[in-house]
């Protein structure tokens, strides 16, 4: 099917890639805005990444997850938003959020429909000709394998980073073995309410490699599971390529976002309450099984840890670029984000979370009219709060009807983690990101576990 030569770029829908938050706040602005949009969802329903983290409580309130173009859309159904002030968890925002803002949306999302390519029509990314001129081809699979194209006049990518965790291997590659040890290992928080999953972590021994929120609930999780009857013998073992340091744990109560500074206080009471040992500066080579099948990470200096019996990946998530590579993308070389938005991002400089306000500008490519907005816009970094993508979204829609002014206005203030200064390279002493300037007080000595990790522990105060 060509692209239809009655109908004018300016009439054909945008595509909006992924039907989570982002994808959905997206189609709201556009709806508000008198502009068409095709929500193209890969999962099921509306939410799908979100769901597969149902059991999550977020660290945001209602009042900080609700987009307010979707808000205004969704007000005439009769919906109001949940109390501001609590906490929803991955499955609440899906079910009483995502869902209904989908369902208002009505044939403007289609699920079940994987986008495996985003082109210019009949333009492959060398040819110039003519070019901006030519819609966007979007190639589609649908569940049941058929296949489709349909046209576009903008392509936003709101396809998050779910599908692509980050391996346990400290290089960023998986580790030797890491694959055919699938068995033992997930990149997701467990469900220990599920009681097929509790079993698996029951009374065993449970390598947590990572060291953000999810890994700080994780590890929250298994030492609930520790306490309780039916959990004893239950030990985590907190795997961390650097030291212990005062940012460790993130920002505690200096944490602008109470619950996000709660969940780093859970992992270090899990550690002082001995429920997990943390191992440090353990970069993972290697994932090898004892004659019982058990699980033995070797570090990348050798050093080899008793044996485990599962294993729990949490290092973060990358952008699948795969689906883009006919488009003319400017992305940093380390983040795989915008080059304007990774120097505002870049863990290696911040973890305050003190993200300037950013949109349509710092979002832009050297393709016209592509922009990846949501969890994908920030590529490798973590940090990403759904008010900045809630942001992001309005100041590209109102870039794409024309209005300049209000894209160039971009507010937003985002709660400050509390902890100041870079995640720095691994290796960094403290001394530098206190030197950096930090909200912090200066934390504990870094202590440095050399030996194998038959436990020995140190936390620190953190903020
Ligand atoms: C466990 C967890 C807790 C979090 N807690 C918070 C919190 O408390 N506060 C906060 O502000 N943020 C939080 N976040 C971060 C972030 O807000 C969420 O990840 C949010 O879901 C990101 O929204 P998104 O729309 O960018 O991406 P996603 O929610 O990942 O949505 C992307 C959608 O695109 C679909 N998709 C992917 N590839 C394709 C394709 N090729 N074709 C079609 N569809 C595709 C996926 O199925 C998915 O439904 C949390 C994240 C996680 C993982």
Redesign the pocket.
């Known amino acids: 099917m060509t692209a239809p030569a009655t109908t004018k770029t300016e009439d054909l829908p945008v595509v909006v ?7 959905l706040a997206a189609a709201a602005h556009l709806v508000e805005q008198g502009i068409e949009p095709l929500v ?4 099921p329903q509306a ?4 769901r597969e ?1 149902s059991h ?1 409580r ?3 309130t209602w009042g ?2 609700v987009d307010p173009a979707a808000e205004k859309l969704l007000a005439p159904t009769g919906w109001t938003r949940p109390d501001p002030a609590t906490y929803p968890s ?1 499955g609440d925002w899906a079910n009483d959020y995502l869902q209904p803002l989908a369902d208002v949306l009505g044939a403007k999302v289609r699920t079940g ?4 390519g985003v082109s210019r029509s009949g333009r492959d990314r060398i040819v110039d000709s003519d070019r901006e001129a030519q819609p966007f081809v979007v190639h589609i699979t649908h569940a049941d394998g058929r296949e489709e194209r349909v046209f576009a006049r903008a392509v936003i990518d ?6 692509t965790p980050s391996p346990a291997g400290g290089s960023g590659l998986p580790a030797l073995g890491e694959r055919t040890a699938s068995d033992r290992i997930t990149y997701r ?1 467990p469900d220990l309410k599920d009681p097929a999953v509790r079993a698996r972590y029951a009374g065993k021994r449970t390598a947590v490699i990572g060291s953000g ?2 890994a700080f609930t994780a590890l929250s999780y298994l030492a609930d599971l520790a306490k309780a009857d039916d959990g004893a013998g239950t030990k985590g073992l907190w795997i961390l390529r650097r030291g212990i340091s005062g940012s460790t744990f993130g920002g505690g109560e200096a944490d602008q976002l109470p619950a996000r500074g709660a969940l780093g206080l859970a992992a270090k009471a899990a550690v002082d309450e001995g429920h997990a040992d943390a191992v440090t500066g353990f970069r993972t080579g290697a994932v090898e099984r004892d004659a019982d099948g058990r699980l033995i990470l070797v570090a990348e200096d050798g050093r080899r840890l008793d044996p485990i019996d599962e294993v729990i990946v949490l290092t973060g998530f990358r952008p ?1 670029l795969t ?1 883009l590579s006919e488009l003319r993308l400017n992305l940093d070389e380390r983040l795989e984000a915008p080059v304007e938005l990774a120097p505002l991002i870049d863990p290696n400089q911040h973890s305050c979370g003190t993200v300037y306000p950013h949109g349509h500008r710092e979002l832009s490519h050297p393709e016209q009219g592509v922009y990846l907005v ?3 816009s920030y590529g490798r970094a973590p940090t ?4 900045t ?1 809630y942001e992001q979204v309005r100041s590209v829609v109102a870039a794409l009807s024309g209005d300049e002014e209000s894209a160039d206005r971009v507010e937003l203030t985002l709660p400050e983690t509390g902890v100041c200064g870079g995640a720095g390279l691994f290796d960094t002493p403290d001394t530098d990101q206190e030197a950096a300037g930090g909200c912090c007080t200066p934390a504990p000595a870094l202590i440095q576990l050399g030996g194998p990790a038959t436990a020995q522990t140190s936390a620190s105060g953190g903020c």
């Open positions: 890639i992924g039907a989570g938050p982002i994808g193209l969802e890969a999962g939410g799908a990444a979100v983290w999550v977020l660290f945001s900080e997850v991955g429909a994987t986008v495996t709101a396809s998050g980073t779910w599908a928080v929120a999810s699948d689906f949501g969890m994908k990403f709060l759904a008010m993508g």
